[in-house]
Nanobody, 115 residues
């Protein structure tokens, strides 16, 4: 099993920055396709960014150039640096990863972008 714990969410003004962290209970080198998803009220959950065990990254078009996913294998942590935040980035952000054919999810962290 894998436990994923997110932190770093909060309230920020438009144009501001936040860094989300996802701490895993086991080595993230053994967890494939670690990524960040988000779900806004009334909308479906969507993939925001993903990073493979080899470090290859993917960012959704809506966040490209503003968000950056990274990983620290030694700290068993994946990060999402979010800059130039917009009100439409408001959502619950979830960390996720796959291990032994099972996808695991964190509990989510709220990000609210508002003046």
């Amino acid at each position: 099993q894998v436990q994923l714990v997110e932190s770093g969410g909060g309230l920020v003004q438009p144009g501001g920055s936040l860094r989300l962290s996802c701490a895993a209970s086991r080595s993230i080198s053994s967890i494939s396709s670690m990524g960040w998803y988000r779900q806004a009220p009334g909308k479906e959950r969507e993939l925001v960014a993903q990073i493979t065990s080899s470090g290859t990254t993917y960012h959704a078009d809506s966040v490209k150039g503003r968000f950056t996913i990274s990983r620290d294998n030694g700290k068993k942590t994946v990060y999402l640096q979010m800059n130039s935040l917009k009100p439409e980035d408001t959502a619950v952000y979830y960390c996720s990863g796959a291990y032994v054919s099972t996808r695991y999810w964190g509990q989510g962290t709220q990000v609210t972008v508002s003046a």
